[in-house]
């Protein structure tokens, strides 16, 4: 069934840039329409490419912010997670938690 | 005259002429206007529900530009559970789920959930979700949600300390089963709030309050607490997604910030949501099986179109089995969902789903 | 005052859930000789009616309901006082009621079961997660009218096509109606195992009911 919403309504995940919509609306409580404004603009696209997947893969792999097929020495992880955590200047949870914990 | 393929709200196939259906797509948005004291779909919204309904592929979707972020209830169980959770029962374990839902599934977000799926029975295993969330935040990109229901039934008898208000109720103890409700408040919310920062302290990104308000008003009320302190004490998101359409006075004279709990709709629930300082809030609209998909997709619509329209925060609609305008069966049908997840980002503008 | 407007004050009275009112309107009615059973029926009952749309409508609550019902059931109690003995309300039917076997939802059932009792059925409530042979062991024990069965999943629906196979095994089924119910439930499926009726909701349970019975 979510399978169904994600083709019919979804934004497609780490394959576009759903997680990063959805991270905007997390943190900053942004409606649709400004959380993927403000994406677009980060990522230096249109609000319609978020979602098209041949923009959006060579962005991902371009800012090595993490993509959905497996490739070696591609950021994996929380490693993706830290810079888009810089990328979109938000906080994220476990990102700032490992950088406390190298610091010692 | 020419007939449709559509669905009743138990997902049986049926065939509807277009008169019948611009019928039901009419008594359906009236039905929830009327509830609700809220505005009708207009003419135009009706004529894009029927475009939706009468479009001859079995799958519809969003136009391209207009897709929505989706977060996921019930976690991994739907792959490792059983049919209780709608689950297909593949020994993964949670980790694995989660990856599956972000590197095959393309999930947008995802969620580390408990087999109870209740916060209650978290509390003495936290040690365990926390170190499950941890590994999973290592090797997962996508944001990640812990997700529990407040499910207040758990404090009550057999399963908790206080009294069953479902045997208080009928012999008019009136008084006690208020009190029980009260104390099972106080104690959720403790539960919930324990759960909560601990998750917090391993990474977790927010935390998804799910099917609030299934044992009534009291569970709304614990919720709403419990966001309001984890929200002035930590950086957890947190989404609060609904059990019904509207809050069951189990209590009946609860109240947040002076607004008396039982009987809100989804309109008037996201404001007390906002106050108590959620990010997300997940409305649910519950589906008829005697009534017909344009009837139950009308009137799911208009009442979320509502609260959209009455929101300052993300608007992310349940679209699970029987709600959001989905049928009442284990297996929904395809043609049903896309139907569903199109009219409700394209007509009710959702934020997500 | 007329009998229109005490009939439009009894039934105030409950949707009011106003105890003293209902008696008082009930202790009026008998002084000015109005038939007992007419002001149960179009008056005190008809409240009922509108607190169960209202209560469908989130617009009433549940402890609410049971005050307006114990107004109504004080009201009737002075109404009984003046009725000749054979015309005394009785009890509409013993109800049989719980969830079915793996299915713990109990919400809607346990309100099923509160609005029952409020009109005048006696409820044995089984509680969620009831074998089916507790239903038809209860069911033989209690003499029962109705066995009702409450399924929100579709995974204990089939539960209530058991119960249907079981009562017929225990030969019970020609003494008992059933009843089935819960969010999964239809018509259709009522139809389909052969249970006698569908509620979609608990007025629409008690109406039915009432109707079957009376």
């Known amino acids: ?59 991902r792999e371009e800012l090595d912010i993490g993509i959905i097929t497996s490739v070696p020495g591609c950021a994996k992880g929380i490693e993706a997670k830290a810079r888009i955590a810089e990328l979109l200047d938000i906080e994220i949870n476990s990102v700032k938690r490992l950088k406390n914990k190298v610091r010692f | 005259m020419k007939k449709y393929l559509t669905r009743m709200g138990d997902g049986e196939r049926i065939e509807m002429t277009v008169d019948e259906m611009k019928r039901d797509l009419e008594l359906g948005t009236q039905d929830a206007a009327n509830r609700g004291k809220i505005a009708p779909l207009t003419q135009d919204e009706l004529d894009y529900l029927l475009d939706i309904f009468t479009n001859p592929n079995k799958i519809v979707s969003v136009e391209p530009g207009n897709e929505v972020p989706l977060t996921h209830d019930i976690g991994t169980l739907r792959l490792m559970g059983d049919q209780g959770n709608s689950g297909v029962g593949i020994p993964l374990s949670r980790v694995q789920g989660i990856q599956v839902h972000e590197r095959a599934f393309a999930a947008d977000t995802m969620e580390l959930g408990h087999i109870d799926y209740s916060f209650k029975p ?55 089963a208020r009190e029980a409700q009260e104390g099972a408040v106080e104690h959720a919310t403790r539960d919930m709030i324990y759960i909560c920062e601990k998750l917090y302290a391993v990474g977790c990104d927010g935390i998804n309050f799910d099917t609030t308000g299934a044992a009534g008003d009291t569970d709304m009320k614990a919720t709403l607490h419990a966001v309001e302190y984890l929200k002035a004490n930590t950086d957890l998101a947190i989404e609060v997604g609904m059990a019904g359409e509207f809050v069951l006075g189990m209590h009946g004279g609860l109240e947040y910030d002076g607004v008396r709990l039982a009987g809100l709709y989804p309109h008037q629930q996201v404001k007390l949501v906002e106050k108590a300082g959620a990010d997300i809030f997940g409305p649910v609209v519950n589906t008829n099986t005697s009534k017909s998909m344009p009837w139950n997709l009308a009137r799911a619509v208009t009442f979320i179109k509502a609260c959209v329209e009455a929101a300052n925060i993300p608007i992310h609609v349940n679209m699970g089995m029987g709600v959001g305008g989905s049928p009442v069966f284990e297996t929904p049908p395809i043609d049903s969902v896309t139907r569903a997840s199109k009219a409700m980002v394209e007509v009710a503008k959702v934020d997500g789903l | 005052m007329s009998k229109q407007e005490l009939l439009e004050q009894a039934a105030q009275s409950v949707v009011d859930a106003n105890r003293d009112m209902a008696v008082e309107v009930a202790r009026k009615a008998v002084a000015e000789g109005i038939d007992p059973v007419e002001m149960i029926n179009d008056g005190y009952s008809e409240g009922m009616s509108r607190v169960g749309e209202l209560f469908d409508r989130g617009e009433m609550f549940l402890p609410e309901l049971i005050v307006a019902s114990d107004a109504m059931v004080a009201a009737i109690n002075v109404l009984e006082e003046a009725m000749p003995v054979e015309n005394q309300s009785k009890k509409l039917g013993t109800v049989v009621l719980g969830t079915i076997e793996g299915d713990v939802h109990d919400i809607g059932k346990g309100i099923v079961a509160t609005m029952l009792r409020v009109y005048g059925f006696e409820v044995f409530d089984l509680g969620r997660d ?15 009218s109705i066995v009702g069965s409450s399924a929100l999943m579709t995974t204990t629906q089939v539960g209530q096509k058991t119960l249907e196979e079981e009562l017929k095994k225990a030969g019970l089924r020609d003494r008992v109606r059933t009843m089935v119910g819960g969010a999964v439930v239809t018509q259709r499926w009522a139809d389909k195992i052969g249970s006698d009726l569908y509620a979609e909701n608990a007025s629409e349970a008690v109406m039915k009911l009432k109707e079957m019975f009376s």
């Open chain 2, 122 to 176: 978290v509390k003495p295993v936290i040690a365990m979700e926390q170190q499950e969330m941890e590994n999973a935040l290592l090797s997962t990109i996508v944001p990640l949600f812990y997700g529990a229901m407040p499910n207040l039934g758990l404090y009550y008898a057999p399963d908790g300390p206080f009294g069953n208000p479902s045997d208080l109720l009928p012999m008019g103890k009136i008084q006690e």
């Open chain 3, 130 to 144: 009831v074998p089916i042979k507790n239903f038809v062991e209860k069911a033989k024990e209690v003499n029962a």
């Open chain 1, 1 to 59: 069934m979510p399978i169904a919403h994600g083709m019919a309504a979804g934004m497609g995940g780490i394959r576009t840039a759903g997680d990063l919509v959805a991270r905007m609306q997390m943190t900053r409580k942004m409606r649709l329409k400004d959380a993927k404004a403000y994406v677009a603009e980060k990522l230096k696209v249109s609000p319609a490419d978020l979602s098209n997947e041949h923009v959006m893969r060579e962005v």
